[in-house]
């Protein structure tokens, strides 16, 4: 059982607009900011949003982060088949004393 | 362009100790926090803990106990050892670089991960 909440899985088709979310408490993502990860088939994890909506280098403006209250999300447009991977978010929990991962959410281009 | 390599033993008995070290090219470790991170087969991400710069160490309260990170600034290598190790440690286990914003870490470069098998 993570301590952030993400659905186990999504989809969409190429050209669409999906979102996954990620829901923690106050002690989390309620107190600081969201981290989101992707990791391709076979791969280790590569960093997309960082500070709930700050874009690394090298990572396309189709993908967004934002946050509210204690719920995050990432929006990805214009949907790809490479596009299709587990997607991770992560917070710092202030009770944990630690950082925590959602469960993940493998993304489907159908 | 910072790139990291995990490098250990592939298998290690239940109740010994597992050992890595990862190594860092393209940037020195005496600066930013530097992690470990492991993923169970078919399951999600675990944060271990880091070593900051200066020296402290940060670890998961889960595995506190547990854990020791290090590092050795000579060879630009910090190393990860687990202790009385069982079947539920068994995972792939990445080195991580980290920086953070607003006091939150966040992972900007992996290395490629580690199998780590425990069994008999």
């Known amino acids: 059982q993570s301590v952030l909440t993400q659905p186990p899985s999504a989809s969409g088709t190429p050209g669409q607009r999906v979102t996954i979310s990620c829901s923690g408490s106050s002690s989390n993502i309620g107190s600081n900011t969201v981290n989101w990860y992707q990791q391709l088939p076979g791969t280790a994890p590569k960093l997309l949003i960082y500070g709930n909506n700050q874009r690394p280098s090298g990572v396309p403006d189709r993908f967004s982060g934002s946050k509210s209250g204690t719920s995050a999300s990432l929006a990805i447009s214009g949907l790809q088949s490479e596009d299709e991977a587990d997607y991770y978010c992560a917070a710092w929990d202030d009770s944990l004393i630690g950082l925590v991962f959602g469960g993940g959410t493998k993304l489907t281009v159908l | 362009q910072v790139q990291l390599q995990e490098s250990g033993p592939g298998l290690v008995k239940p109740s010994e100790t597992l050992s890595l070290t990862c190594s860092v090219s393209g940037g020195s470790i005496s600066s930013y926090y530097w992690n470990w991170i492991r993923q169970p087969p078919g399951k999600g991400l675990e944060w271990i803990g880091y070593i900051y710069y200066s020296g402290s160490t940060h670890y998961n309260p889960s595995l506190k106990s547990r854990v020791t990170i290090s590092a050795d600034t000579s060879k630009n290598q910090f190393s990860l050892k687990l202790t009385s190790v069982t079947a539920a440690d068994t995972a792939v286990y990445y080195c991580?670089?980290?920086?953070?914003?607003?006091?939150?870490?966040?992972?900007?470069?992996w290395g490629q991960g580690t199998l780590v098998t425990v069994s008999s």
């Open positions: 991580a670089r980290g920086a953070s914003l607003l006091h939150v870490p966040y992972f900007d470069y």
